[in-house]
């Protein structure tokens, strides 16, 4: 499965060329969240073992609102709770 991440880089310089006069600080700051998500840029954590002595390093997320391998448990939750307070009847579109 391709992350966002993946497809943000690869069309980020069409992206500032076109729309970049327009890009909000908000818009900017999830696309650099989501650009260095689990990577080195946000470091890493080491886990260890006493039991075996195996030793594990994984890289920290980001923790940006916006990006979809930090928050989308939490949006899944949220969209949870709603969907559990709608009542039992039809809705229109």
Known sequence: MIRLAEVAAAFL???EAQYGDRLLPG???ALSAILRCRTEVCG???IHCHACEHTDSFALSCGHRACPQCQNEAVEQWLERQRAK???LDYCP
């Open 13 to 15: 310089p069409e992206l």
């Open 27 to 29: 818009q900017r700051s």
């Open 44 to 46: 890493s954590a080491t």
């Open 86 to 88: 709608l009542l039992p």
